[in-house]
Nanobody
Framework: EVQLVESGGDLVQAGGSLRLSCVAS????????IGWFRQAPGKEREGVSS????????DYADSVKARFTIFSDNAKNTVYLQMDSLKPEDTAVYYC??????????????????WGQGTQVTVSS
């Protein structure tokens, strides 16, 4: 059974940092793209970042560039999202997702076939 389990969400003050983890089971990262998405109340889901396990290429939303870093430990089947300089507008439920590496925009949710249950990140001002 394929599972993605996120952890690391918390309440943090603006300017603080959090590291989210996404542990995958039931498949290996080879030839998969792992993405982080977020959804705030009343807003549409948006792509935050992704990493291609085979090419180790990374992508970021403009709103998080230079603040967030995505990286993976393939031996642990885990992808991390290091979030620094957090802002109140980063408050959302964060989801990780996995899908085969295909030539589509990284933030197109339809390409991701496996999704985690989400972890809440709340940034206070």
């Amino acid at each position: 059974e394929v599972q993605l389990v996120e952890s690391g969400g918390d309440l943090v003050q603006a300017g603080g940092s959090l590291r989210l983890s996404c542990v995958a089971s039931g498949f290996t990262f080879d030839n998969y793209r792992i993405g982080w998405f977020r959804q705030a109340p009343g807003k549409e889901r948006e792509g935050v970042s992704s990493i291609s396990s085979s090419a180790k290429s990374t992508d970021y939303a403009d709103s998080v560039k230079a603040r967030f870093t995505i990286f993976s430990d393939n031996a642990k089947n885990t992808v991390y999202l290091q979030m620094d300089s957090l802002k109140p507008e980063d408050t959302a439920v964060y989801y990780c997702a996995a899908g085969p590496t295909v030539p589509l925009p990284w933030d197109m949710g339809a390409q991701y076939v496996h999704w985690g249950q989400g972890t809440q990140v709340t940034v206070s001002s």
